[in-house]
């Protein structure tokens, strides 16, 4: 961030705002100087706190960059700006933000109950942040780095996760409705109670990732190593082609028009559990131990 720049952001939202300097640093829990020095382009704030300025003075994160564009910027005559305090005034008014938080480094930034994440990020670094209960409906994330982050309880659906690292992260019960992961590395993430319905995985590794009670329904995995896995309850409609498997179980499940292709089968083993006929013809196809399998009575 360019420290001028910030700065006469920063002024124009605060009297936007009809804060003093002296309230505004109330409000962020520092000293009135710190803030002075922020608008005079002496120093910047940290990536938390301009997350903090963002809801106090009632505009989105975007504001402070310089690429921020403004809803209705487009229409302004040549050698005429818009002026900072009506910048933040459109910027609060327009219906949604521009959300782009691609190239950053969110670490312990605390984003929960956004309701406006549907743009991306790309290439970022995330680690230890928290978005708990957001709505990040079609977000697209590329070649992030992903680490120990909680998305419990948010819209994930229609989302894109490509070329990324997902290490450690909690999904629980979140929406991943026709979610997308594709060329990405997932260990240790936890999808407990997560409704996966027609979500995909191609070309990507699940390792040591918790599915338990999870909605599996449509869901596909395309050319995926899965390992170190358990699968439960119903799955139905899913499709398992080309993957490979290592420590896979299917434990206590029911597999309903479960489609199974490929080699590496032998490698599932199945504790207590039922397949149609379709499925269970998939299976014996592709040479899978069905000790642990029954077939349903129709």
């Known amino acids: 961030m360019e420290p001028n720049l910030v700065g006469n952001k920063i002024v124009a939202a605060r009297k936007q705002a009809n804060l003093s300097q002296s309230q505004l640093a109330e409000q962020l829990f520092i000293s009135p100087q710190a803030v002075g020095k922020w608008e005079r382009g002496e120093s910047v704030p940290d990536i938390?706190?301009?997350t903090k300025l963002a809801q106090i003075l009632g505009v989105d994160l975007n504001y402070f960059s310089e690429g921020?564009?403004?809803?209705?910027?487009?229409?302004?005559?040549?050698?005429?700006?818009?002026?900072?305090?009506?910048?933040?005034?459109i910027a609060k008014q327009?219906?949604?933000?521009?959300?782009?938080m691609s190239r950053g480094n969110w670490v312990d930034a605390d984003?929960?109950?956004?309701?406006?994440?549907?743009?991306?990020?790309?290439?970022?670094n995330l680690q230890r942040s928290k978005f708990i209960g957001s709505d990040m409906s079609n977000l697209i994330m590329k070649a992030n780095n992903v680490e120990s982050c909680d998305?419990?309880?948010?819209?994930?659906?229609?989302?894109?996760?490509e070329n990324s690292h997902l290490v450690s992260n909690t999904f629980n019960e979140c929406l991943l409705?026709?979610?997308?992961?594709?060329?990405?590395y997932l260990k240790g993430c936890d999808f407990t109670n997560a409704d996966l319905t027609g979500t995909h995985f191609r070309r990507s590794s699940l390792l040591k990732t918790i599915l338990a009670n999870a909605i599996l329904n449509r869901t596909s995995f395309d050319e995926t190593d899965l390992s170190a896995i358990i699968f439960n309850g119903v799955v139905q409609d899913c499709t398992f082609d080309n993957c490979s498997f290592s420590k896979v179980i299917f434990q206590d499940a029911k597999l309903i028009n479960t489609f199974f292709k490929g080699k590496g089968m032998k490698n599932i083993r199945f504790e207590n559990c039922e397949a149609d006929r379709l499925t269970y013809e998939f299976l014996k196809s592709g040479k899978a131990d069905l000790t642990g399998v029954s077939l349903m009575t129709e």
């Open 177 to 184: 409705q026709e979610a997308r992961f594709s060329g990405s």
């Open 94 to 100: 327009s219906g949604k933000p521009n959300w782009d």
């Open 68 to 89: 921020f564009t403004s809803a209705g910027t487009e229409n302004t005559t040549p050698g005429h700006s818009t002026k900072a305090g009506e910048e933040v005034a």
């Open 48 to 50: 938390i706190t301009v």
């Open 111 to 124: 984003f929960s109950g956004l309701k406006n994440l549907h743009e991306k990020f790309a290439s970022s």
């Open 151 to 161: 998305f419990s309880k948010s819209d994930l659906s229609n989302s894109q996760f």
